[in-house]
C-alpha cells in the first residue's frame, strides 16, 4: 500500500473488510504507518464488480440521492496476480495517505510533523504496504530509525478528525518563539499519565492525561477537517444550538474512531415469478437497455446466457414492467428492508427457490413449540451491505437503523454526490425462529414494570446526548426479547456449528401490531462475516428439531446464573443513567461487535428465564416446570 497521490494498493484485504474494518476514513495500521482510507474522488475509475440488489440499492438513493447508481464491490488483487509485484494490476486498490501526519523517532523522541521535512519517505518496491519514514536529523549515530505515528489524534462527534494541537497544547496557547517538541514516557504502563509532551526550547512540559479531562477547555474549537476529502466543511462545525463544538481526544487506533454506517439486505426473491425475478437478479445489466434491439445484441454477446429460454419480447415486456415498478416505488418502501425479508421467510412453503436462496421448514423442538410459530432453515442466503457513511465517538449501532441517525453526524464518503457506493456480497446459510404473536402478547401484558424501566433507560439516554425528542426510536419490551434470545443462541451455537461467535450474525424482525404494516416477531441467526467458509451446512444441520432442541435447552440454562452474578442479575435497565440493557454482561449475553445490531444495548436475560434476582419476567416460564431443562453450561 502506498501513501499520498502514489499509485496503492490493498494488498490481502477482502472487499467487505474494507467497509467494515478499513472503512472510508478509518485509520489502517501498516508495519510502520499509519494511513487513511481516502474518499471516493481519490478511488480508481476502474476494477470494480457492481453487485446487483434493488432492494438495497433504492434504500441507498433514498438516504443519499437519486444520482446514485451502482453499487460496487471494492477492487482486490487477483489471485494471478500475486506472483508477479511488478504487474500493472497488481497495484489496484483503494487511495490512502499518511495520517496522524505527526511523526516520532522513537531514539531521540523528536515529535514533529511531515511538513516539517524531518521525516524521509522509504518505499519498499517488492512489498508496497511496508511503507516507512525514517528520521533523518536524529542526534544518534546508527542507521536512520524508523518513524512511528503519533499516538494521540483529536476528533469530534460529527465525524470530523484533526492531529492532535501538540505545539498549543504544551505551551497553553500559540508559542512566541521557535519551538522543538518531544514526546516522553515515564514508565513502562504506557498510560496517558506516564506520557509527556516536552518543548525543548522553553523546557514546558504537559502529561497526556489532561488532554482526556471532562469538559477539557484546552482543547481547541473544531476545524471540521475531513482528511479523508483532503478539505475542511464549509460552515465550520456546529452542535443542535448552532455553538461551536469542541475536539475530544482519541487514541490513535481507539473503538470509537470510526463507525461504519451500512445499509445491508438479504436476497430474497420478490415474485413467483421466474422471469421476473431473473430480471431483478439482472437488473445491473438490464436498467438501460431500451429496446428489443439492445436486447439482440447482448444476446449476441453471450450477455444473457440465463435468459436462453425467454423471447427477446418477453424480454422487454419484462424489463418495462420492472422500470415503472421502480418509477412508482416510495420512500417508506424503499427504506423499510426487512418487511419483504420477513414475508417471505414466515412462509417458506411458498417461497421460491433461487441460486443464493433456498428455504426448508421443520418441525419446531418438543420443548419450543408453544413459543415458536415456525422454525425454517436457510440453508443458503445472500446479503449485500453497502457503506453510505462513517460516524467518529458515537456508534450508529445505538439505533435501530441508519435512518434515525442524526444526519449532521453522519459524515460523507465524498465530496460532491456520489454516483457509487462500496459495497460487498457474502453467502452463508442461517436458521430463522418466527415466534408465537399469541405468546408475545401474553408475555407483553405482564411485564409492563420492566417496559417501563426500559422505556425511562431509552429517554434518559437520548437526554443525556441531547436528541429530541427522547421518547423516539424506542424498539419496544418485544424487541428486548427477541435481542437477547439471539445472543443467547449465538453463544451456544459457536460452541459446535463450526463457526465462531464473530462469524454469526443476528437480525432481528421486530414490529408490533400496525394497522399499515404486519407486526413482526422473529429472529435470524446467519453465517455473514468475510472470513467465514460459505454454506458448508454446520449451522442449518443444527437447525434440526433433536439437535436444535438440545442446544435451546443449553442456552436458555446458561442464561439463569451467569459467572459475574449476583452484580450481573442486580443490573436493571438504565442503573447510574449511563446504560441500555438489564442483566447482561461479557460472561453471559454480549456478542462480538459484528454479530450485534445495536452495539450490546436492549438486552437482559431476565426476559429469557428466571435468574437470583428477578423471575417474573421470564418468557420461557414453563420450561422450569417440566423438569428437563439442560445440565448447565
Avoid at 508477479?84 to 489496484?92: A, G, K, L, T, V
Avoid at 445491508?264 to 438501460?288: C, F, G, I, M
Avoid at 434491439?293 to 447482448?298: C, F, P, Q, T
Avoid at 418468557?619 to 417440566?626: A, G, I, N, V, W
Amino acid at each position: 500500500m502506498s501513501t499520498g497521490r502514489e499509485k496503492p494498493r490493498v494488498g490481502e484485504l477482502r472487499p467487505s473488510q474494507i467497509l467494515t474494518t478499513f472503512g472510508i476514513g478509518s485509520i489502517v495500521d501498516l508495519p510502520h504507518i499509519s494511513v487513511m482510507v481516502m474518499g471516493l474522488e481519490d478511488w480508481p475509475n476502474s476494477d470494480y464488480r457492481e453487485i446487483t440488489e434493488e432492494r438495497l440499492l433504492a434504500s441507498v438513493r433514498s438516504t443519499l440521492g437519486g444520482q446514485v447508481n451502482a453499487l460496487r464491490s471494492p477492487p482486490i488483487i487477483p489471485d494471478t496476480d500475486r506472483s508477479n509485484p511488478f504487474e500493472e494490476q497488481s497495484y489496484i486498490g483503494v487511495p490512502v495517505a499518511p495520517f496522524p501526519r505527526w511523526m516520532l523517532c522513537p531514539r531521540c523522541r523528536r515529535l514533529a510533523p511531515l511538513s516539517s521535512n524531518q521525516f524521509k519517505l522509504k518505499p519498499d518496491p517488492y512489498r508496497p504496504d511496508r511503507v516507512r519514514y525514517v528520521h533523518e536529523n536524529c542526534r544518534y549515530p546508527g542507521k536512520l530509525p524508523t518513524a512511528v505515528p503519533a499516538r494521540f489524534v483529536v476528533a469530534c462527534k460529527n465525524g470530523h478528525l484533526d492531529d492532535f494541537p501538540w505545539v498549543n497544547f504544551v505551551h497553553g496557547g500559540p508559542p512566541d518563539h521557535a519551538y522543538k517538541l518531544q514526546l516522553l514516557e515515564m514508565g513502562a504502563s504506557g498510560e496517558a499519565a506516564d506520557i509527556y509532551v516536552r518543548c525543548e526550547t522553553c523546557d514546558k512540559s504537559r502529561p497526556m492525561s489532561d488532554a482526556f479531562k471532562l469538559h477539557n477547555s484546552d482543547l481547541p474549537v473544531c476545524r471540521a477537517r475531513r482528511p479523508h476529502l483532503r478539505d475542511f466543511e464549509d460552515g465550520g462545525c456546529k452542535d443542535e444550538l448552532n455553538q461551536p463544538i469542541r475536539v475530544r481526544a482519541l487514541l490513535q487506533g481507539a473503538s470509537n474512531a470510526w463507525f461504519p454506517v451500512m445499509l445491508s439486505a438479504l436476497s430474497v426473491p420478490q415474485s413467483s415469478n421466474l422471469l421476473k425475478q431473473l430480471v431483478t437478479d439482472h437488473w445491473s445489466e438490464l436498467y438501460d437497455l431500451e429496446g428489443e434491439a439492445d436486447i439482440a445484441k447482448m444476446r449476441r454477446r453471450n450477455l444473457l446466457r440465463d435468459f436462453s429460454g425467454v423471447s427477446d419480447a418477453e424480454l422487454w415486456v419484462a424489463i418495462q414492467e420492472k422500470q415503472a415498478e421502480g418509477e412508482t416505488a416510495t420512500g417508506s418502501d424503499v427504506d423499510d428492508l426487512k418487511t419483504p425479508e420477513w414475508l417471505v421467510f414466515i412462509d417458506p412453503a411458498h417461497a421460491q427457490r433461487t441460486r443464493d436462496f433456498r428455504l426448508r421448514e421443520v418441525r419446531s423442538p418438543r420443548r419450543f413449540a408453544k413459543y415458536f410459530e415456525k422454525v425454517v432453515l436457510a440453508e443458503r442466503l445472500r446479503e449485500v451491505r453497502a457503506l453510505v457513511g462513517f460516524t467518529r465517538i458515537e456508534s450508529p449501532g445505538d439505533y435501530e437503523s441508519p435512518a434515525e441517525f442524526p444526519e449532521a453526524q453522519r459524515m460523507k464518503i465524498a465530496r460532491g454526490n456520489p454516483s457509487w457506493v462500496p459495497a460487498n456480497e457474502i453467502r452463508g446459510e442461517g436458521i430463522f425462529f418466527q415466534f408465537s404473536e399469541t405468546e408475545i402478547q401474553n408475555w407483553l401484558g405482564r411485564v409492563q414494570r420492566l417496559h417501563v424501566e426500559f422505556f425511562n433507560a431509552h429517554k434518559q439516554w437520548r437526554k443525556d446526548r441531547g436528541l429530541q425528542p427522547p421518547e423516539d426510536f424506542y424498539p419496544g419490551l418485544r424487541y428486548v426479547l427477541l435481542h437477547s434470545f439471539a445472543h443467547a443462541l449465538i453463544r451456544q451455537l459457536s460452541l459446535e456449528c463450526g463457526y465462531t461467535a464473530a462469524s454469526l450474525r443476528e437480525r432481528i424482525y421486530s414490529r408490533n401490531p400496525n394497522p399499515d404494516k404486519p407486526e413482526m416477531a422473529g429472529v435470524l441467526i446467519y453465517t455473514a462475516a468475510p472470513d467465514s467458509e460459505g454454506t458448508l451446512g454446520g449451522l442449518v444441520s443444527l437447525g434440526e428439531p433433536s439437535v436444535l432442541e438440545r442446544h435451546l435447552n443449553q442456552a436458555m440454562d446458561c442464561m439463569r446464573l451467569c459467572s459475574s452474578d449476583p452484580l450481573c442479575s442486580e443490573h436493571h435497565p438504565g442503573k447510574e443513567g449511563t446504560s441500555l440493557h438489564g442483566a447482561s454482561c461479557h460472561a453471559c449475553l454480549f456478542a462480538p461487535e459484528t454479530s450485534c445490531e445495536r452495539g450490546n444495548k436492549y438486552l437482559d436475560r431476565t426476559v429469557l428465564v428466571p435468574t437470583v434476582d428477578r423471575d417474573e419476567f421470564a418468557f420461557f416460564l414453563e420450561l422450569e416446570s417440566d423438569g428437563a431443562g439442560a445440565s448447565g453450561c
